[in-house]
């Protein structure tokens, strides 16, 4: 069979076509189709392609913490925690997995290291904040770090709402001192009593 | 200079001819959403539109569907402009139809500026500098019975202000990408690839290629929308051809990719009229035009038409006013309403006013300064009074559990783009009349299962790099209260 393709453009061909061949079976490919068959709804395939991007030093720590996640909304806390747990400790930035680490060792028990955690979460993304004081209201020293990030950011009247709520469930302890505190900076700087701002 | 920069007539049929087709497709895919999209039972009432500030302040455009947005009115006004398309087409009193497609397209535009997309004003655009050429000489019942056609070419300012149409578009979405993904990480595509409801599976598997790959296809990007133009500006009609051929390209692989409706397909039938007449020399050019002229000779025989006087050449008058001097005035006003906006000039207001007027206001900011990091798609939550719960969008029963993609078919295009601009504006009302909308729609076809309540949420979340998968942040957008 004749071809019509001369030999120094079927030589190009082939070089791109290896060239494209590499890309798509390198270790990024892997985490490319976990997200693909993630947001298709297909765990079992997506798991499977985070476990081959975990065997390569480049993509190790994405694929942990995608593995994680997966585990995590699958309700398998157990298996969720040691990606999760080593994903955090090579990008300890990534708010959300230290929100799941959170939540993990609350469902443990373990509170003082899932106050920790959130903590660390709220100051990396304050809404995570107002994610947790949702299902965990009680929790006075998450509220006390949300209503400091809140001011960090600049939403004092949002703060203050928040550092009401401390005053008023402490009953004049450390925490209570701390908001009072904060609350009159915030009134200092504002000159005004400070209304509550209701989040949209 | 003719020779070099002359539009071949045959080239500027073909473009009126594909013009027309597409003008065709455009007001048929529009036709099942007519009612709401256009009229007062629908998602935006003329009224409330001209009573809303906000959407282009002290701007009152003009439209034939503000005399009334009645549903028999605005279908005969589609039916009158799917005529003008398709006698546009088939080059039956090409002025007359060109025009009055263009007046029934950017009567649509105004009348409802939330659905419209780059295609559309693009469309519009090329209609308008397309009515100022001779596009109607050849390959259309108009032109002289019995001629084949030649080697002709036409040269005038808006031979010219056509040809440069078809470079801004590229030019000035290259300009304004100044953002870090396109200048600095060339990480744009890598984003643009995660924009959901926006990319196809292909698209999906061109992230396999990695994060190298798509960062030498975001500098390709660039260097082709800067380059490629410059080609279609050579005198050489080799260099021309391959101008051509590239745009033609780079759309056929944005077709692959994503899914931006008619955008990429007029993209590529904008440049057909540039196809320099040595395409038409060719075999597969006297093939086709061999082809053409046999139709149309056919056609006009068989409708019986009555030979017209009509030559190539125009007279006097058209020359002078038609090809050069009413052009050349909108061309310049566009141009400089279009540089100006791009260097933050102070405008003039009553000139960009009458800019949008006439269609000419464009912008061709896709994707820039840089790439939205943020990712989703929309659903309206619904619960009717048996307790069912559902998405209005998509009629069926609300997805439950993680995050899903939804894309949505190419008719529904139009929905999407108008869910992208409530989202842009993040007017209450608007969001509410939208909800209205689908409420009504349910219990008209539900009369015993009413909705009594309504969400409409919008499930983003964001593009991390390295295939990191973004956290959610589902926003409401608005609540139907009945």
């Known amino acids: ?200 | 200079m003719r020779e070099a920069y002359g539009l071949d007539f045959r080239s500027l049929a073909i473009l009126r001819i594909s013009l027309g087709l597409v003008l065709v497709f455009n007001l048929l895919q529009r036709a099942p959403d007519l009612v709401a999209h256009y009229t007062s039972e629908g998602v935006l009432p003329a009224s409330i539109e001209l009573s809303l500030a906000g959407l282009e302040p002290g701007f009152r455009p003009w439209s034939l569907f503000y005399l009334t947005d009645s549903p028999w009115f605005v279908g005969l006004a589609m039916l009158l402009g799917l005529m003008g398309s398709l006698a546009l087409t088939l080059g039956y009193r090409t002025v007359v139809a060109g025009w009055l497609c263009w007046i029934i397209l950017i009567s649509l535009h105004h009348r409802n500026p939330l659905l419209l997309n780059s295609g559309d004003i693009y469309l519009l655009l090329l209609l308008f500098w397309g009515n100022f050429l001779p596009w109607g000489r050849v390959f259309a019942l108009d032109a002289p019975p019995h001629e084949t056609p030649t080697a002709k070419s036409h040269l005038s300012i808006a031979g010219l202000a056509y040809l440069f149409q078809i470079c801004y578009v590229y030019w000035f979405a290259a300009l304004p990408r100044t953002g870090p993904s396109w200048q600095v990480s060339q990480d744009a595509l890598y984003k643009v690839l995660h924009q959901d409801g926006l990319i196809t599976r292909v698209g999906e598997r061109f992230l396999y290629l990695g994060q190298d790959w798509l960062a030498f296809l975001t500098w390709s990007t660039m260097v082709f929308e800067i380059v490629g133009p410059f080609l279609l500006l050579t005198p050489f009609y080799q260099l021309r051809l391959l101008g051509i051929a590239s745009i033609i390209g780079f759309h056929a692989g944005l077709i692959l990719v994503m899914q931006l409706g008619l955008f990429p397909w007029i993209c590529i039938l904008a440049v057909f009229g540039l196809w320099p007449s040595q395409v038409w020399a060719t075999l597969a050019g006297r093939w086709l035009q061999e082809r053409l002229t046999t139709a149309f000779h056919s056609l006009a025989n068989l409708l019986s038409r009555a030979p017209r006087k009509r030559t190539l050449e125009d007279s006097p008058a058209e020359r002078v006013l038609l090809r050069n001097l009413v052009p050349g005035f909108f061309f310049l006003l566009s141009t400089y309403g279009l540089v100006g906006d791009q260097f933050g000039w102070d405008q003039s207001q009553r000139m960009l006013h009458f800019l949008r007027q006439a269609g000419l206001h464009q912008k061709w900011r896709m994707f820039s300064p840089d790439v939205n990091v943020i990712s989703g798609w929309d659903s309206v939550e619904a619960v009717t009074e048996s307790g069912q719960v559902l998405d209005l969008i998509t009629g069926s029963a609300y997805p439950q559990g993680g995050y899903q993609r939804r894309s949505l078919p190419f008719v529904e295009r139009r929905w999407t783009e108008y869910s992208a601009t409530l989202r842009r504006y993040r007017s209450e009302p608007l969001t509410e009349l939208y909800l209205r909308y689908l409420v009504t729609q349910w219990d008209r076809n539900n009369p015993d299962n009413k909705i009594v309540q309504a969400t409409h949420i919008w499930h983003a979340r964001v593009v991390r790099e390295d295939f990191l998968l973004g956290q959610e942040m589902p926003q409401i957008l608005g609540r139907y209260r009945p």
């Open chain 1, 1 to 200: 069979m004749s071809s019509s393709v001369r030999p120094s453009g079927r030589l190009i061909l082939v070089a791109l076509f290896s060239l494209l061949g590499a890309g798509c079976f390198g270790p990024e490919s892997y985490l490319a189709q976990g997200n693909s068959a993630y947001f298709r709804g297909d765990t079992a395939e997506a798991a499977q392609q985070y476990r081959r991007a975990l065997d390569f030093e480049s993509t190790a720590n994405t694929a942990a913490l995608n593995l994680g996640r997966l585990y995590f909304e699958a309700g398998d806390l157990e298996k969720a925690e040691p990606y999760l747990r080593s994903g955090s400790n090579e990008r300890p930035d990534f708010a959300l997995a230290r929100y799941q680490l959170a939540v993990i060792d609350r469902s443990r028990g373990e509170l003082e290291s899932a106050s920790t955690e959130i903590r660390k979460a709220i100051l990396l993304d304050p809404d995570f904040g107002r994610i947790w004081l949702q299902e965990f209201p009680e929790d006075r020293r998450a509220r006390l770090s949300y209503a400091r990030a809140l001011h960090r950011l600049g939403r004092p009247e949002l703060a203050a709402g928040e550092y009401r709520k401390v005053m008023a469930e402490g009953q004049g302890d450390v925490m209570a001192v701390q908001a009072s505190r904060a609350l009159e900076k915030i009134q200092s700087v504002t000159g005004t009593e400070v209304s509550e701002e209701h989040d949209i």
